[in-house]
Every structure is written in structure tokens, then in C-alpha cells.
């Protein structure tokens, strides 16, 4: 893991990421097991592995996920001019 780290990857924030979500799976806390798989997913798309397998495993997640990815997809609509944000997501 040094290596990434040093390379500057982003696969070391990716598996923080991964690992909170999982332990915040072990602490029952499901909102925030949403809003981290929803920001790694947003910060990089392979985090959907994790977010579906666990959105498939915990019927806790089936209606805070869509929630809150839904959220995470308008978010740039309030910081950027809409035009603009369309064009990035085409």
C-alpha cells in the first residue's frame, strides 16, 4: 500500500473509505454507511463493487441509498451553472 501512497493514488482513500463503510455496518449506523458509499462512489466510480454489494446484502439500505446518491448527483447543480454539469455527466 506504501507504494500508492507514494504514487499519489487514490486507491488508499478508496479502501478508508471502504473500511469505514464497513464499520459503520458493524455499528448499526446506516445513514452514514450511505453517505460514505455515496461520496467514494462519487469520488471514484469503483466503489460501486462495495455500494452494490452491500446495498444488495442490508434491506436497511434499500431506500437511504437511492436517497442519498440522488443527493450526491444534485450537488453539483448548486456550484456549477447547469449547463456545465449536464455536459460533465454526458
Excluded: E
Excluded at 8 to 23: H, T
Excluded at 39 to 46: N, V, Y
Excluded at 52 to 68: E, F, T
Amino acid at each position: 500500500g506504501f507504494d500508492s501512497f507514494r504514487n499519489g493514488q487514490f486507491n488508499i482513500i478508496l479502501s478508508a473509505l471502504m473500511l469505514l463503510a464497513c464499520a459503520n455496518i458493524y455499528l448499526k449506523r446506516w445513514w452514514w454507511v450511505s453517505f460514505i458509499l455515496a461520496i467514494g462512489f462519487s469520488l471514484k466510480p469503483t466503489m460501486i463493487v462495495l455500494l452494490l454489494l452491500l446495498w444488495g446484502l442490508y434491506p436497511k439500505l434499500y431506500l437511504r441509498m437511492p436517497l442519498i446518491l440522488g443527493l450526491m448527483f444534485l450537488f453539483p447543480f448548486l456550484t456549477q451553472h447547469p449547463g456545465y454539469v449536464i455536459s460533465q455527466y454526458h
